[in-house]
Every structure is written in structure tokens, then in C-alpha cells.
């Protein structure tokens, strides 16, 4: 496996303090991102999933903690939209550039509206994607706010 993926580059190009972590990924598990705190050893709300919605059909990347769900009307009104509904993973991976699986908020092929649950922000040190099934990298909740001018929202269900 290559720790090297667009997300990692594009973190080390803003200059971002970060670390690489690999885990072995389980294609069968029912959610990828407990799967992915199981295997880290880590608190799920500290291990935050990345999902593709659409607001208003247009893309929207969403980070939130692996052991929540997503509020569509608070994502709808946190990205100034009337209506939001999860992006099908065929478009998801066209629009990212990443698998299903491996998908990242950092490295995408281009930029899109990005929100983060505010209560990530919380922790010192979270989780995230970091472009391939089975790498995360561990980084300020802070600076994935700040390298991807995300709008931190309440947007859990």
C-alpha cells in the first residue's frame, strides 16, 4: 500500500502536521468507518468518515464522526441550500477522484463546499481518510477546518 495518495500530497503542500496510518480494510464491514476506529483502536467520534451529499445537485464533501449520521436538513441549511440528499458512490468517485471506501476530503479533484461537524473540533487530534481503503491520517480537527476552508456546522442527525 502507498502512503503516498493525492490527500497526503495536498496535506504536506499546505504544510499540515500529520500522520499516516495504515489498517487492514475489511470491503465487507457495514460500516467503514467503525471498521476503520476498530482497527485504529480509536474512539469512533474521533475517526470521521467522509461522505459525498448533493445540495441543491450540487457536489458538498461532509466530515463527520464514523458512529453518526448526517442531518440532510442541517446540511441542506449549514451549506445555504433548501435540500440535500447522500451522492450514489458511482458519482461520488467520479467527482473525488477516490474508490468508495478510500474516499478523502483533502486531495479531491476539485474543490468543493466542505463541512465539518462542529463537535469534531472538539478533540486534539482526528482521523481522516487519507486516500486509499485502509489508510487514515491523524491530524488537528483545526487544520482540516482550515486546509479545506470548511464551514464547521451542527449537521448530525
Given at each position: 500500500?502507498?502512503?503516498?495518495t493525492?490527500?497526503?500530497?495536498?496535506l504536506?503542500a499546505?504544510?499540515?502536521?500529520f500522520?499516516?496510518h495504515?489498517?487492514?480494510?475489511?470491503?465487507?464491514?457495514?460500516?467503514?468507518?467503525?471498521?476503520?476506529?476498530?482497527a485504529?483502536?480509536e474512539?469512533?467520534?474521533?475517526?470521521?468518515k467522509?461522505?459525498m451529499?448533493?445540495?441543491?445537485?450540487?457536489?458538498?464533501?461532509?466530515v463527520?464522526p464514523?458512529?453518526?449520521e448526517?442531518?440532510m436538513?442541517?446540511?441542506?441549511a449549514a451549506?445555504?441550500?433548501?435540500?440535500?440528499?447522500?451522492m450514489?458512490p458511482?458519482?461520488?468517485?467520479?467527482?473525488?477522484?477516490?474508490k468508495?471506501g478510500?474516499?478523502?476530503p483533502?486531495?479531491?479533484?476539485?474543490?468543493?463546499?466542505?463541512i465539518?461537524?462542529?463537535?469534531?473540533?472538539?478533540?486534539?487530534?482526528v482521523?481522516?481518510?487519507?486516500?486509499q481503503?485502509?489508510?487514515q491520517?491523524?491530524l488537528?480537527?483545526?487544520?482540516?477546518?482550515?486546509?479545506?476552508?470548511a464551514?464547521a456546522?451542527?449537521?448530525?442527525?
Amino acid at each position: 500500500m502507498s502512503k503516498v495518495t493525492p490527500a497526503t500530497r495536498a496535506l504536506a503542500a499546505a504544510g499540515i502536521s500529520f500522520t499516516v496510518h495504515a489498517y487492514d480494510y475489511d470491503p465487507d464491514a457495514e460500516s467503514i468507518g467503525l471498521q476503520a476506529a476498530a482497527a485504529l483502536g480509536e474512539d469512533p467520534a474521533r475517526v470521521l468518515k467522509t461522505l459525498m451529499a448533493l445540495v441543491d445537485g450540487k457536489p458538498v464533501c461532509v466530515v463527520v464522526p464514523s458512529d453518526r449520521e448526517v442531518s440532510m436538513k442541517k446540511l441542506a441549511a449549514a451549506a445555504g441550500g433548501k435540500s440535500a440528499q447522500m451522492m450514489k458512490p458511482p458519482e461520488a468517485e467520479r467527482v473525488t477522484g477516490f474508490k468508495v471506501g478510500g474516499i478523502s476530503p483533502f486531495g479531491q479533484r476539485r474543490a468543493v463546499k466542505t463541512i465539518i461537524d462542529e463537535g469534531a473540533l472538539a478533540h486534539d487530534l482526528v482521523y481522516v481518510n487519507g486516500g486509499q481503503r485502509g489508510l487514515q491520517v491523524r491530524l488537528s480537527p483545526r487544520d482540516v477546518r482550515d486546509v479545506l476552508k470548511a464551514t464547521a456546522a451542527d449537521v448530525l442527525a
